[in-house]
């Protein structure tokens, strides 16, 4: 279920996925609930490429520490390249 990232802030999260596109997120969010994973997302910039490298927003995915190896798994299992 998504969660509000205040919820988060006394509590242990990873970052488990940066989504490039909402599409791309949409897809993300789908499976975490089908899951029934907690989450929370964060609109935040991050840089892309190497030789013409520039910086762009994305939608960070977090979990609870304890949900970070499921939802990797399941993201994996889906096609998707997560972070960690």
Not at 11 to 31: F, G, M, N, T, W
């Amino acid at each position: 279920m998504r969660r509000d990232p205040q919820e988060y802030e006394e509590s242990d999260v990873e970052l488990i996925y940066i989504a490039a596109k909402v599409d791309e997120a949409q897809r993300v969010e789908a499976i975490l609930e089908e899951q029934g994973i907690d989450y929370a997302i964060e609109v935040d910039q991050y840089r892309s490429g190497v030789m013409f490298a520039s910086t762009r927003a994305g939608a960070f995915f977090y979990v609870p520490v304890e949900s970070a190896p499921r939802s990797r798994q399941a993201l994996v299992e889906s096609g998707f390249k997560v972070v960690g």
